[in-house]
């Protein structure tokens, strides 16, 4: 009975510390050279989001690494997006991928196993960002 209180308790801390990371992400929405602007718009408001900026092969991708990922969906709703890249904000096509080329970004872009087990290890999707 000791053992299964050791080990409730040990998944609650590790809950704990999964929430206040992906809290403290969300609320602080840290930026810099690698990372974008995402503009999202579901019914009728515009929410902006920062985001990892990712490149692969020519073309620029966004992917959803975190639990909470209300951009993500808004943009599978409504794929037309802006996203401000170095500073130059433009129109663009949110495209989901498919699993080859998933997994060739995932590949060149992996954020390794500290970042998987500060997120509780989300599924992790990718947007490719067309110009429009």
Not at 91 to 109: K, N, Q, T, W
């Amino acid at each position: 009975m000791k053992a299964v209180k050791i080990v409730v308790i040990a998944l609650l801390v590790y809950v704990g510390i999964i929430v206040a990371f992906e809290s403290l992400i969300g609320f602080l929405q840290p930026a810099g050279e690698t990372t974008l602007v995402i503009s999202t718009t579901a019914a009728g408001e515009s929410r902006d989001r920062v985001v990892s900026q990712l490149e692969s092969g020519g073309n620029f991708y966004v992917a959803a690494n975190h639990w909470p990922r209300a951009w993500y969906n808004r943009a599978l709703e409504n794929p037309n997006v802006q996203a401000t890249v170095n500073g130059v904000k433009g129109d663009y096509l949110a495209v989901p991928v498919g699993e080859a080329e998933s997994a060739r970004v995932y590949s060149e872009h992996d954020p390794g196993l500290m970042f998987r087990v500060l997120t509780g290890f989300p599924p992790r999707y990718f947007l490719r960002l067309d110009p429009r």
